[in-house]
C-alpha cells in the first residue's frame, strides 16, 4: 500500500496536570479506557504504517517499562526520557534519532480508531503536501490548537484561541506528518508558531477526520472515551473462563474478561466493558458505557452507571456510582452515593448540556484519586473532586469543588 | 441509471486493463452501485466476471484485476428492468458468447424483440431489458452481416434511452458504441482509447475527450476513433469536437476528505468564486430573453427544483417579474396552456435529467424558448435548449447535490440583478450593494463552514436518533428550509419535512410533542416577527428548536435550544450562506446513523429514468 518506510515519535511524557488526581499514580498514556491503556490505543494505530522506528519520548517509569514489555516485540521501538518541559523539549528530545526525513508525530494522548493514522498518511502522500494534519471539528476551541482551512490548505493555526475570536473548529487531532525542517523551527519557536512557519513557507494540507476522537486532558474525558469505544461494539466477547451466574441478566454488546465474575441477579445492560479478574456482586446494576477494569469489585446491590472505574477499585454494597471517575485502588464505602447533575450555570470545560426529558442538564459525578478511602455513608456532590490517598469518615458530606 | 466503460489498448500500452476499467468503475459508482461486471476478450473467447453488490465487494469475490485482455468494458448498476442480481448484472451475453454488451438507459421495446428471438431459439439469461441487444446482433451475424453492420443495425431496432458499449470476439480491438439519451464520452490516449458515462472514470489516463451526441453510432481501436450518424451514416468531422478538460484528477478524488459529499460542502467557497468570475454575456442574453417572454416557467427536479423556487423569488422579488415554478416530471400539468413567446427556464445539474428533458422537449414542441442553467458543458438539456448558462461547481460526485446548489443560486442572483438593471425594479444603489456581497460570498461561505462545523456536528449528536424533523421558514425561508430537509432524507433517511412556517397551526403542529426537533430559517427580512411566533408556538409544546439566525439577532438566541449564528449579509443571500450548514447538518447525521453519505440508497446522482 505505501512506497514509503518512516519514523514515528510519539508524545508520552510530561505530568498530566488537568487529569490530577488520576494521574498521581500513573502517567497520563497508561490510564485505562474499556481495558486498555491509552498509550495502546496510539501504537495499535501507529503499527498500521510502515514504520523502521517507532521513537517514544516520555518521562516515567512505568510507562516506559510498560510499552518495552508489551510492544517491543512488536514494533521497532526506541524508548527515551524526556529531557525539559513542553511539547517543544519534547520533540527536540527525539530530533537526533529523526535524523533528515519526513516524519510521523503522534501525541501519547489520543483515543481514536488506527483509521486515522492510516487516512493522514495516505492524504499525504496523495496531496503531495509538504506537510499534512489531522483535523477534526470541537466545540470547545478554547482547549486544543485549531486550523484554518482554505482552498484545501491549512493556513494557519492557533493555539487554544478564545472561543469568541476563533474563526474555525477544526482541531488538531494530533497525528501529523512533519517534514525535518519543522525541527529547526522548533529550536527556535513554539510547537504552533514552528506550525505557523511551516504552514506559510511550504503546503500544509488538511486531513479531515469525521468520526469521535478524544483527547484525554480532564478525567471526564476518559468517559467520553469509554462511551466512543464501547459504542462501537458489535458483537459480545466474552472470556470462556469467566464466571457467570445463570442468574444473571446480561444485554447489549458486552466485554466480559478472563476471570471476571458475575453473581446472581446482577444486571448487565451493554454496551459495558468487565476486566480481568474483577467482581460483580449480587443484585448489581451496571449500566451503559460502564468501564469496570481489572481487579475491581462491585459489592452486592450497588448501580454502576457510565463511570469509570480504573484498576483494583473497591466498590463496597448498596452504593449508587454515576458519571464519575475512580482512581487506581481506591475503596468506596458502603451505602455511598455520588450525585451527578451539575448546578446550572456551572460551565466545565469541554462538558457540555445535553437534553433529557425536554430539560438541558449538564451531568458530571465525582472525580476520586488513587488509594482513596471513601468512608460508609458519604454522599458526593456533583463536580466533587477527591485527592489521592484522603480518608473520609463515614457520613461526610463532600461538596462541590470547581472541578477545573 | 448506471455507469458504462470500455477501454481498448495496444499490448503492452497499458498495464492490467482490467485493473484500469474496475477503477474507472469506482469513479462511476455515484451512477449505481447494486451489481458490477466486467468482459474483455482474450484468445478468441469472451471472459465475463460480474455479480451483485459494490465494486469492491464483487472484486473480492472474483478478482477484476486477474482478467486478462487489451479490450475490456464494464458497468456499474442500478437496477430498472430486473432486481439487482447475477444473472441481471452487466456484461450481457449472446447464446454464442461472441458478443458482450454493457448498457445505459432503457430500451422500451424489449418486449416485443426478445418474443421474435425466443421463438428463433435464442435463450435469455437475465430479465433485463440490455440483454435483447446481444442477441440480436447474434441473429444478425448469424445472417451473414458485417460485424459493424450488425451492430448499427440491431441499433436502429431498438427504441428507447441509450448508451451502449458491444465488443465483439470477431473484432478483438474494438469497441462499439450507440448513444440516445444517455451520456457517452470518448476519452482519447496514445495507444489507447476510452468510451464512458462520465469524463472522472477516465481522467487519470487522459484529458483529451468527445462528447457522443444523439443517434450517433461507432467504434474506437487503440488508435482510432470513427463516429458517424445512425441514420444517414455520415461520418462525423472529429477535428471540431475534440474538448480538453481542465479538472484534475486530484479534484475528482476526495483528496483528504472521508466522503466525497464532506468534500464537495468545503469545496463550495472555490466552486462560487468560480461560477462567479465564469459569468460572461450569456448573462445578459439570457436577461433578454426572460424580459421579452411572455409568461416564465422554471422546471427542475430534486435540488434543482429547490433552486427553482429560489429563483422564481429573486425574479418576482427583484426584477418584478413573476413566474411559475413546477416539478419538472409535472410538466403534463403545465405544457397544455403553453405558447409561442413563452420561456422556459430549465435548472439540471447533470443537464440529463429525464424528466427536465422531457419538460424542455414538450415547451420547446409548442415553441416555447428554452433557457437552461446546467454545471455540466454540451450535455442533453443544454444541447436542446436555446441558451445555456453554465455553473462552474466542477464534478460532483457525492450524490446527494451540494455546491452545485449553491452555484446554482449565484447564476439566478446575477441573473434577476442583471434583469432589475434592464428594467429599473430596484434603485442603482441597491444593486450595486448586492453585487459587491455577491462578490464576497465566496469568503463569507468559508468562513461561516469554519466557524461553525463543529457545533452543527453537536447538533448532529443531538437529532441523530429522531426519526422526524421539520423544517419551517417563511419567504425566501421556504426552499432552504425545503432544501435542508431534502438532504437529511436522502442521506440521513430521517424523515423530514419542511412548510412555511405559517403553516404550521393549519396541521403539521398536531405531531409536535417533546423534544420533537423544529429548525428554523430565520432570515433579517420582514418575516423575522412573525417566525418569532412560529417559534413561540413550536417551544409551547416542547419542541426541540433549532435555528440558523441572523448574528445580532439576540431575542432569537435566548429562546432557541440551538442557535447558528449566520453572518449578516442582506438576506437576499442567505439561499447561498445558509444552505452549507444544513448540508453539514446532514452529513454529520448520517455518519452518526452509520450510513455513507456518498451512496444514498435507492438514489442516484443522475436520474434518467422517468
Known sequence: MFHYRLKAVVLAGGKGERL?????????????????????????????????????????????????DKWSNIMPLTIVYQRGEGIESAILTAKELLGKQMFILAYGDIVISPKAYVRTLETHINSGADASILLSPKLDVESYGIAYVSENKIVNVKEKPLPEKAESTLAIAGIFVLPPTFLDYVEENSFTDALNILAEKTTMAPCFWEDWWVDIGYPWDILKANEYVLKDLKYSQISSNAMISSKAVIEGPVIIDDNAEINHYAVIKGPVYIGKNSFVGDHCLIRKYASVEENTIVGAFSEVKYSSMQPSVTVSSHSYVGDSVIGEYSVIGPHTVTLNILPTGVKVSRLHPIRIRGKMVTKLGAIIGCNVYIGANNVLYAGSVVESNTRTRPHTIITYREAS | MCGIVGVTCLPGKLENPA???????????????????????????????????????????????????????????????????????????????????????????????????????????????????????????????????????????????????????????????????????????????????????????????????????GYITPTRVFIEDLFEEKPVDLSRRFRIISWTAEMAAKAGYPHYMLKEIHEQPRALRETINGLSSEIYEAAKMVIEARRVFIAAAGTSFHAGL?????????????????????????????????????????????????????????????????????????????????????????????????????????????????????????????????????????????????????????????????????????????????????????????????????????????????????????????????????????????????????????????????????????????????????????????????????????????
Not at chain 1, 500513573?26 to 498509550?39: L, T
Not at chain 2, 443571500?573 to 453539514?584: F, G, R
Open chain 1, 20 to 68: 490530577k488526581p488520576l494521574t498521581d499514580c500513573v502517567p497520563k498514556s497508561m490510564v485505562r479506557i474499556v481495558g486498555k491503556p491509552v498509550i495502546d490505543y496510539v501504537l495499535e494505530g501507529l503499527r498500521k504504517l510502515p514504520l523502521d522506528e517507532v521513537i517514544i519520548v516520555l518521562s516515567h517509569r512505568k510507562l516506559a517499562k510498560y510499552v518495552e
Open chain 2, 310 to 610: 429560489v429563483l422564481d423569488y429573486y425574479l418576482n422579488s427583484l426584477a418584478g417579474i413573476p413566474s411559475i415554478p413546477l416539478i419538472a416530471s409535472e410538466y403534463n400539468k403545465y405544457c397544455k396552456s403553453v405558447k409561442p413567446g413563452d420561456l422556459l427556464i430549465a435548472i439540471s445539474q447533470s443537464g440529463e435529467t429525464i424528466d427536465t428533458l422531457m419538460a424542455v422537449r414538450e415547451f420547446k414542441k409548442r415553441e416555447a424558448k428554452i433557457l437552461t442553467i446546467s454545471n455540466v458543458i454540451d450535455s442533453a438539456i443544454p444541447r436542446e435548449s436555446h441558451l445555456t448558462v453554465y455553473t462552474r461547481a466542477g464534478p460532483e460526485i457525492g450524490v446527494a447535490a451540494t455546491k452545485t446548489f449553491t452555484t446554482q443560486v449565484v447564476v439566478e442572483l446575477a441573473l434577476a440583478l442583471k434583469i432589475a438593471e434592464e428594467q429599473g425594479s430596484l434603485g442603482k444603489n441597491e444593486i450595486r450593494g448586492l453585487k459587491a456581497q455577491l462578490e464576497h460570498v465566496p469568503k463569507v461561505v468559508e468562513k461561516t463552514i469554519m466557524k461553525h462545523e463543529a457545533y452543527v456536528n453537536s447538533i448532529a449528536e443531538t437529532i441523530h436518533l429522531k426519526k422526524s424533523m421539520y423544517y419551517l421558514g417563511r419567504g425566501l425561508g421556504v426552499p432552504i428550509a425545503m432544501e435542508g430537509a431534502l438532504k437529511l432524507k436522502e442521506i440521513a433517511y430521517i424523515h423530514a419535512e419542511a412548510y412555511p412556517a405559517g403553516e404550521s397551526k393549519h396541521g403539521p403542529i398536531a405531531l409536535i410533542e417533546k423534544d420533537f426537533p423544529v429548525l428554523f430559517i430565520v432570515l433579517s427580512d420582514e418575516n423575522s416577527e412573525n417566525i418569532l411566533g412560529n417559534i413561540m408556538e413550536m417551544k409551547a409544546r416542547n419542541a426541540l428548536t433549532i435555528g440558523l439566525i441572523p448574528e445580532d439577532f439576540k431575542k432569537f438566541e435566548e429562546i432557541l435550544d440551538y442557535s447558528i449564528k449566520m453572518p449578516t449579509h442582506n438576506y437576499i443571500l442567505a439561499p447561498i450562506t445558509y444552505t452549507p450548514i444544513l448540508q453539514l447538518l446532514a452529513y454529520y447525521t448520517a455518519v452518526k446513523r452509520g450510513y455513507d453519505p456518498d451512496k444514498p440508497r435507492n438514489l442516484a446522482k443522475t436520474v434518467t429514468v422517468e
Open chain 2, 19 to 217: 485493473k484500469i476499467i474496475r477503477k474507472c468503475l469506482e469513479r462511476l459508482e455515484y451512477r449505481g452501485y447494486d451489481s458490477v461486471g466486467l468482459a474483455s476478450i482474450f484468445k478468441n473467447r469472451i471472459i465475463v466476471r460480474k455479480g451483485k453488490g459494490k465494486i469492491h465487494e464483487v472484486h473480492k469475490k472474483l478478482n477484476f484485476d486477474g482478467m486478462p485482455g487489451n479490450t475490456v468494458i464494464g458497468h456499474t448498476r442500478w437496477a430498472t428492468h430486473g432486481a439487482p442480481s447475477d444473472n441481471n448484472a452487466h456484461p450481457h451475453l449472446d447464446c454464442g458468447s461472441m458478443v458482450a454488451i454493457v448498457h445505459n438507459g432503457i430500451i422500451k421495446n424489449y418486449l416485443e424483440l426478445k418474443e421474435k428471438l425466443i421463438l428463433k431459439g435464442h435463450i435469455f439469461r437475465s430479465e433485463t431489458d440490455t440483454e435483447v441487444v446481444a442477441h440480436l446482433i447474434e441473429e444478425y451475424l448469424n445472417e451473414g452481416l458485417e460485424p459493424y453492420t450488425a451492430f448499427k443495425k440491431t441499433i436502429k431496432e431498438i427504441k428507447g434511452s441509450y448508451a451502449i458499449a458491444a465488443i465483439l470476439v470477431s473484432e478483438p480491438d474494438k469497441i462499439f458504441f450507440a448513444k440516445k439519451d444517455s451520456p457517452l464520452i470518448i476519452g482519447i490516449g496514445e495507444g489507447y482509447n476510452f468510451v464512458a458515462s462520465d469524463i472522472p472514470a477516465f481522467l487519470d489516463y487522459t484529458r483529451k475527450i468527445i462528447v457522443v451526441r444523439d443517434y450517433e453510432v
